[in-house]
C-alpha cells in the first residue's frame, strides 16, 4: 500500500471532507462491478440522500475511514455504525475498481476492528450478501466468524450472512 494513507472523513462538520467523500462515496458505491454487493434494492445511490447521510452521519453513529491516495484520491471507504447499546457494525466497505486485490479493503478493515477495540468493543459485527466471495474470504481471514442469516434480503432474492468478530 505504497502512497497510501487512512484517514477519518468528518463529512458533517468539514465541508471539504463531505464533498470528497461525496463524489467518492457515488463512484464507488455506484460502480457497476460493486453495487450489488452494497445495495438492497439494486437501485444506485442518489447524490441527494448520500449528502443527506453525510450532512448528519456523527448523529447517527457513522464513522467512515477512508484510504487516500497521495493526490488525495479516495480509493476506498469503511463505513462503521457505532451504537454504544447495540453494538459496532461494519456497514459497507468499497474499494475503487482498479485498485483492488492491493490490500486496501484489508488495511481499513484492520483499522476499523483497532477503532472498536480502541472504543471498548467486545465484538463487532459485519453482514455480506451471501454471492461475495470476495468481502466472505476477508473476513474470515481477519477471523469473524458467522453466526447467522437473514433470507431473501436483496432485491433479487440473494441471503445475508453476519458474521462476529470478537475482541
Ligand atoms: C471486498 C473488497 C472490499 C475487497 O477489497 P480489496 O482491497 O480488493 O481486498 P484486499 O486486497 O485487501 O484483499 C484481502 C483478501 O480478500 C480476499 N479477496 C479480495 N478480493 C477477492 C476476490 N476477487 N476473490 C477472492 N478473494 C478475494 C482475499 O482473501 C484477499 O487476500 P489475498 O489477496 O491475500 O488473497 C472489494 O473487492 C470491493 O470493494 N468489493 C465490492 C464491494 C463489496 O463487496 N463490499 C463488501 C460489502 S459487505
Do not use: Y
Amino acid at each position: 500500500m505504497k502512497d497510501v494513507t487512512v484517514r477519518e472523513f468528518d463529512a458533517q462538520d468539514n465541508e471539504a471532507d463531505r464533498e470528497q467523500l461525496l463524489a467518492a462515496f457515488l463512484d464507488i458505491w455506484n460502480a457497476e462491478e460493486n453495487l450489488r454487493f452494497l445495495s438492497f434494492t439494486l437501485r444506485p445511490f442518489e447524490k441527494d440522500i448520500v449528502r443527506g447521510w453525510l450532512e448528519s452521519h456523527k448523529d447517527q453513529g457513522g464513522r467512515f475511514l477512508c484510504a487516500v491516495e497521495e493526490n488525495g484520491r479516495v480509493i476506498g471507504i469503511c463505513i462503521a455504525k457505532i451504537d454504544p447499546v447495540e453494538g459496532f457494525e461494519i456497514h459497507g466497505l468499497g474499494v475503487r475498481p482498479g485498485f483492488k486485490r492491493r490490500g486496501i479493503g484489508r488495511n481499513l478493515l484492520e483499522r476499523t476492528i483497532d477503532l472498536a477495540a480502541g472504543l471498548g468493543f467486545k465484538s463487532l459485527d459485519a453482514a455480506v450478501f451471501a454471492d461475495n466471495p470476495a468481502m466472505l474470504r476477508l473476513l474470515l481471514s481477519l477471523d469473524f466468524l458467522p453466526v447467522g442469516m437473514d433470507f431473501r434480503k436483496r432485491a433479487d432474492g440473494a441471503d445475508i450472512l453476519r458474521l462476529r468478530r470478537r475482541l
